[in-house]
């Protein structure tokens, strides 16, 4: 058995959040049905049939039916959602695995509108439809990332000053030139095209929320010469930093 057969009925029956107290251990029962469980905070631990689990943060666990559970063991005040369902099982590679992982900031919206639908005595078909969802986006599989989005996750995470196209090429040991090839033909810039307009981005942000001088506001835009930001913010804006900060100032609120 690899999983729940996503090709068989699945029957929906509760749903709820749950938050442990401290030093609650899970619960001792026989269990007639299966259990979703999605840890979002602390450590759930408990035993099935002897055998005993740690369901961590953005980690989820399905407990079989029929299964006598125990929680021997204390938990560390997790925090999670729980789903009460019947199925069946499968070993086709399209199963959904007993064990794996979740992105809570991706599901978090999902999940806590299923314990809300299922505490205001929704409709089934409501309740099932979005069960179904979260069943659909836990046994999607994450395909490899390209080295172009990569090259952007990695920009897009980093401090802007820290960044430049050697620094780049270095870390993901390409040339300068496949580099830029990569990158252009698909975000349809060069990296350094790219990294100059977050730059420029972050520097209007400052400009129109903050009083810091032009030199400080540079500076935390990631760009190491006062002269270079100039030039740059003036090319892409038509107005010095000055002048667009006191455009802002000046223009009506709508």
Known sequence: MKGIDLNKPIEFLHSSLRFFSEHEHHITRFC????????????????????EYEVHPGEYHIQKAMRYQTGENESSSPKYLYVH?????????????????????????????????????????????????????????????????KFINFINESDLSDISLEMLCERFHFSKNHFINIFKKQFGVTPTKYINSLKIKQAKYLLEV????????????????????YKLFCRETGLSPAQWRKKKYTEPLL
């Open 32 to 51: 007639k049905y299966n259990v979703l469980v999605m840890v979002f905070e602390g450590v759930l631990r408990f035993a099935e049939d002897g055998v």
């Open 85 to 149: 369902f019947n199925c069946e099982y499968s070993d086709d590679n399209n199963a959904l695995p007993f064990r794996g992982t979740f992105d809570f900031s991706q599901m978090k919206a999902l999940m806590y509108e299923l314990d809300k639908l299922s505490h205001d005595s929704a409709l089934l078909v409501h309740k099932t439809a979005r069960f179904y969802e979260l069943l659909l986006l836990l046994q999607k599989k994450d395909l490899p990332k390209s080295n172009a989005e």
């Open 210 to 229: 903050t009083s810091d001088t032009l030199d400080d506001i540079a500076q935390k835009s990631g760009f190491h010469h006062y002269s270079h930001f």
